[in-house]
């Protein structure tokens, strides 16, 4: 069993509906949770991070946890073309190190 | 801040060549990563660094490759035999840890594109 689970997609959205995004992790002592933006050709970059059970908003983005599940997932709220990309889930246990999955892709339909 | 910065972002170079990849953190994080991307394998973790000791090098596939943190603005990673199954985007990422885990997330350089011919 892979550490971190991720559907590889692709995930194809229409413009202005609801990207959902899920990942699974394998170790109940993880702690930390992140989701990762990846452009093609560029380098991740951080768009959320949740560490509690229940729900993180910023923006067009929501973050949810569920420990005793052992699933984090990413909502995108009203999806834009521009939001096109592959989305990592990272976790964390009690150390530095991130464990990522590989990634799903999204494509947003105009 | 110039974020995380890595060098070079292309390198081509023959089968049985060393190949130097260099990373200079955000000032003030004390946490250095390489992660290697692959499109078989996704980002794995290579090696990294706290306060320029090496605390977790697992990731580092075989003796060919070594990684160093002389000071706390400068790593490399070295391979020496370079071999085609070396090829993959490297990256360098950087972190200041908080209260001693990965609170805040990385910041990850713009990575360094490896083909080995």
């Known amino acids: 069993q892979k550490e971190v689970e991720q559907n590889s997609g692709p995930l194809s959205v229409p413009e202005g509906a609801i990207a959902s995004l899920n990942c699974t992790y394998s170790d109940r002592v993880s702690q930390s949770f992140f989701w990762y933006r990846q452009y093609s050709g560029k380098s991740p970059e951080l768009i959320m991070s949740i560490y509690s059970n229940g729900d993180k908003e910023d923006g067009r983005f929501t973050a949810q946890l569920n420990k005793a599940s052992q699933y984090v997932s990413l909502l995108i709220r009203d999806s834009q073309p521009s939001d096109s990309a592959t989305y990592l889930c990272?976790?964390?246990?009690?150390?530095?190190?991130?464990?990522f999955g590989t990634g799903t892709r999204l494509t947003i339909i105009p | 801040d110039a974020g995380v910065i890595q060098s070079p972002r292309h390198e081509v170079t023959e089968m049985g060549q060393e190949v130097t990849l260099r990373c200079k953190p955000i000032s003030g994080h004390n946490s250095l990563f390489w992660y290697r991307q692959t499109m078989m394998r996704g980002l794995e973790l290579l090696i990294y660094?706290?306060?320029?000791?090496?605390?977790?090098d697992s990731g580092m596939p075989e003796d060919r490759f070594s990684a160093k943190m002389p000071n706390a603005s400068f790593s490399t990673l070295k391979i020496q035999p370079s071999e085609p199954r070396d090829s993959a985007v490297y990256f360098c990422a950087s972190n200041y840890p908080g209260q001693g885990y990965a609170n805040y997330g990385y910041t990850f350089g713009s990575g360094t594109r490896l083909t080995v011919v």
């Open positions: 660094f706290n306060n320029n000791v090496p605390i977790d």
């Open positions: 990272a976790v964390n246990r009690r150390e530095e190190k991130l464990t």
